[in-house]
T-cell receptor, first 113, second 115 residues
Framework: GNSVTQMEGPVTLSEEAFLTINCTYT??????LFWYVQYPGEGLQLLLK?????DKGSNKGFEATYRKETTSFHLEKGSVQVSDSAVYFC????????????FGKGTTLSVSS | EAGVAQSPRYKIIEKRQSVAFWCNPI?????LYWYQQILGQGPKLLIQ????????DSQLPKDRFSAERLKGVDSTLKIQPAKLEDSAVYLC?????????????FGPGTRLTVL
């Protein structure tokens, strides 16, 4: 079946540190991959996505590359800010049309100044 | 462009009571989803509509949960009777529908506490 596995949190970093949040997936076919972010007290927001192998999604300084050979979609940012503190969810959408997202459990990031 | 609207934002009920949540998707979005997010976990799909037809309700506990999407726009999710384990955030999302890379847009959620 389809599933997403994220690294356990919480992740605690100092401002300007490098961030990596690991995400691996299991899926048949060619799913689309997403990172969503949930800031405190707010709803889920799309951060970035990639729809085919070797695509790189990027937004707000965050990047993730769709690696089919390692079934991974790791989230990275070169220099985190306090405002990046949030919960990050990796998700996949199976290749069949009309299917819903399958989420990982989420990784909490806390950035201190 | 207005986002996905949900109400109420918070609800506290006693077990065995009933509760209903409302969702208004982004205008023009054919597909509507209800997810349940239990504390510390990722959202899990409860039901998916395409226009006013059900696409997937395989994970909906049908003995107590029901949902409808009249006229292919607004949707309501009902729980009757509620159990303690139904305490969660209920998220509504919408998308244009169709392609695998289709982006889902989420509402702010309704936080349900069952006492």
């Amino acid at each position: 079946g389809n599933s997403v596995t994220q690294m356990e949190g919480p992740v605690t970093l100092s401002e300007e540190a490098f961030l990596t949040i690991n995400c691996t997936y299991t899926a048949t076919g060619y799913p689309s991959l997403f990172w969503y972010v949930q800031y405190p007290g707010e709803g889920l927001q799309l951060l970035l996505k990639a729809t085919k192998a070797d695509d790189k999604g990027s937004n707000k300084g965050f990047e993730a590359t769709y690696r089919k050979e390692t079934t991974s979609f790791h989230l990275e940012k070169g220099s985190v800010q306090v405002s990046d503190s949030a919960v990050y969810f990796c998700a996949l959408k199976p290749s069949q049309a009309g299917t819903a997202l399958i989420f990982g459990k989420g990784t909490t990031l806390s950035v201190s100044s | 462009e207005a986002g996905v609207a949900q109400s109420p934002r918070y609800k506290i009920i006693e077990k065995r009571q009933s509760v209903a949540f409302w969702c208004n998707p982004i205008s023009g979005h054919a597909t509507l989803y209800w997810y349940q997010q239990i504390l510390g976990q990722g959202p899990k799909l409860l039901i998916q509509f395409q226009n006013n037809g059900v696409v997937d309700d395989s994970q909906l506990p049908k003995d107590r949960f029901s949902a409808e999407r009249l006229k292919g726009v607004d949707s309501t999710l009902k729980i009757q009777p509620a159990k303690l384990e139904d305490s969660a955030v209920y998220l509504c999302a919408s998308s244009l529908g169709g392609s695998g890379g289709d982006t889902q847009y989420f509402g702010p959620g309704t936080r349900l506490t069952v006492l």
